[in-house]
């Protein structure tokens, strides 16, 4: 029997995880990854010639992350590992890659998008300053180049990642000068039971906080961004902002890190033709699985925060489950003991993202609250009151047909970033449900392709 | 019965679109009928270009009829279309001199239709714009042609015609057409019924189904552009150009909008499929695109695109649209089939079917669009 050809998409916890599995059923996987190291972004590899210990980069997770980065070593060899290669297309039963102009077209007998997440964003006036940076992207300094977003930085937003990294800047000697989360206090509380489903991560996320208190960072809860203040040549001087008992504020700093929890990257899954439908918990549209990750479309499989955001822990077991369903499905032997196992432990940490989703609730109402002059589409330059005129000009009311008539999301992120807000947005104004707005349309190439693509070949 | 008018008119696209607007303006009640969105196909997803240059000569009467209209196109629609007047270029390359006396005797021909088109050597060209690779060895330039930004502009004569008086029914997918009486009862999936004595088919790549309806089926192939966009940059490339080549493969073509990104079409064309409602851009022809792009404009090279798109067009053996009245039915008018050419000549195509209903003639060149030439002889 020819070995079948078993293609993963991203190399972190759910990756790595699918991987292993292929390897251990005899199967040599192509792991394409766009990083430089494996890891993903939770579990990101600093560069080679850096040597601070996992302890310090991961935290409470160091076990984990080395676990994880100890079992990738071990692939190799037993892979054929691809980093720094964009999936820029699905499509014909193949994955058509990009590294720098080298391009490539891979056929597949199954395909696993192992392609993480990335922040959730919710615009504020003035977030387009430079100085103003995703939660992850505030992370990915640190991990990475062990450098700060700035002198005193302020943390604004909602969920986990939000005490996360303000407590890895604290640690790593960086001024935070204020965690501002949207989400009331008492919202935790409501989200308790759902929380104890996995008790280990919500200890985590209370240390978190007290190490914070410990630190004298001010914490704020039920706030309401109002401005990132700012100009164009000099970047964020400060934020702007409306207390939980309703006092307006104004803290100086130099750069703010904001994002509510995380969304998955689903462009891929969009492009292999996969089926979508509206999570009304997270007002995303997600891309369709079975318990075992088979999406809608035959051969392609669905595991990590790419599909649902679940958390890192879980992206290990659903990247080892959607492996297992991918080979059992070739028709080669596993154990379906371990699969059911699996799937336990998949439901589990959903309770608990349903539970994250409760305490660190998306502030859908701040889209709708947008001033007409606030920025909505960075990459297009689109104010919120761009978008407003459009749909009283056109009547325009779905996402696609006022990202046509507005270009709203049109840009390079393809309204990764402010495709969601823009939703908001444009359900509040014309008064329907978020998920009549539908979602934006996925077009390749995800990331930007240079035109020089091929030149050499 | 859902509605009685003057005019039925089945196809939401530029052509329908601005037909509706200008029957209006012969005091005819219009129903216009959409299976989905306003400009959504065809209309909504070509490159954009406003170009007369490289037009079959007959052809250039209808065009000039259309770029007055997009002249005045502000005015007329109360919205920008982004139109800009920025000139075109058509250029050939080394290895195929013999297209230079192609491009004489056309400038010559279209001269006498009012077209001014200026012949500059490779250098000349490179000299005033620097972005042309070694390998072009002319071009034809013409000053008065440009482009406009597809996405907003059959919206734009769909709101103005509606503002009119013009009755728009969106989401309406038209199943059954057929003439009783001396009037034409049109069906909606849904079973909304419209009744006109004058019905116009404007619906692209679906033309064929409803034509058969009245004993003239054509054979229509549905074909979809090939359309990527870059990054913004500073605009400076006024502008929009293309490859004149017989190979498929090598016509690719540019321009840059105001606000800075790069259009780039060309290259072979992708599936599409008018049932399904989907058209698909092959990652092959992308790849295909950008190789001839670099050789067209190398500096290009050093950009990112950042989408791709397709639509649904429909695509005619010779290339030229099915325009003008029904040979078996009264009262039944085409304008579809316009095989990735029609957006220049859109309003002018509205234009002139409100014309030829309103008034029963028209002085606009039509006879080689007549639906007859694909009648088979019983």
Known sequence: MVEPRIIIVGAGPAGTRAAEACVQAGIRPIVLDEGRRDGGQIYRRQPDNFTRPYAKLYGSEAGRAQALHETFDGLKGKIDYRPEALVWNIAGGQVWTASQTYQDALPYDALLLCTGATDRLMPVKGWQFAGSYSLGGAQVGL??????????????????????????YVEAGAQVVAVLDTAPYSARIKALPDLLAVPSVLWNGVALTMKLKRAGVAVYNGIKPLEINGNAAEGVSGIRFRTGAGVEQQIACDAVAMGHHLRPETQLADLARCAFTFDPVTRQWLPERDGDGRSSVAGTYLAGDGAKILGARSAEASGRLGALAALADLGLPVDKGEMASLRGDVGTYAKFARGLAKAFPWPSEQASQLPDDALLCRCEGVTAGDLRAVMRETGAQEANRAKAFSRVGMGRCQGRYCGLAAAELIAAEADIPVEQVGRLRGQAPVKPLTIAIGDDQ | MSGASDVIIVGGGLMGSSAALFLRGHGLSVTLLETDLIGRQASGTNFGNVRRQ???????????????????????????????????????????????????????????????????????????????????????????????????????????????????????????????????????????????????????????????????????????????????????????????????????????????????????????????????????????????????????????????????EGYMPDSQPVMGPSATTSGLYYAFGFSGSGFQIGPGVGETMAEIIAKGATDIPIQPYRIERFATPS
């Open chain 1, 143 to 168: 991990k990475s180049q062990a450098v700060s977003i700035g002198h005193k930085v302020v943390f604004m937003g909602s969920g986990p990642l939000l005490y996360l990294v303000a407590c890895q």
């Open chain 2, 54 to 312: 490289g037009r079959p000569i007959h052809q250039l009467p209808l065009a000039n009829r259309a770029i007055a209209i997009w002249r005045q196109s502000r005015e007329l629609l109360g919205a920008d279309v982004e139109y800009l007047q920025s000139g075109h270029i058509r250029v050939c390359y080394r290895e195929r001199p013999e297209l230079v006396g192609s491009m004489e005797e056309y400038a010559a021909n279209a001269r006498a239709e009012g077209l001014e088109l200026e012949l500059l050597s490779g250098n000349a060209l490179r000299d005033q714009f620097p972005f042309f690779g070694p390998d072009v060895l002319a071009g034809s330039y013409s000053a008065t042609d440009g482009h406009a930004n597809p996405r907003l502009a059959a919206p734009a004569f769909a709101r103005a015609a509606a503002r009119l008086g013009a009755v728009i029914h969106e989401n309406t997918k038209i199943v059954d057409a057929q003439k009783v009486g001396e009037d034409f009862i049109v069906t909606a999936a849904d079973g909304r019924t419209f009744r006109a004595p004058i019905l116009l088919i404007t619906a692209g790549a679906w033309g064929n189904a409803l034509s058969s309806q009245f004993g003239e089926p054509v054979p229509i192939v549905p074909k979809g552009p090939n359309m990527s966009v870059t990054e913004p940059i500073p605009y400076s490339i006024l502008p929009a150009v293309g490859v004149m080549t017989p190979l498929e493969e090598e016509t690719v073509y540019f321009r840059q909008v105001a606000r800075g990104n790069i259009v780039l079409g060309g290259s072979t064309r992708g599936p599409s499929f008018p049932d399904q409602y989907r058209a698909y851009v092959e990652p092959q022809n992308t790849l295909s695109q950008l190789k001839h792009i670099r050789r067209l404009a190398p500096q290009l090279g050093k950009l990112n695109i950042i989408r791709v798109w397709s639509g649904i």
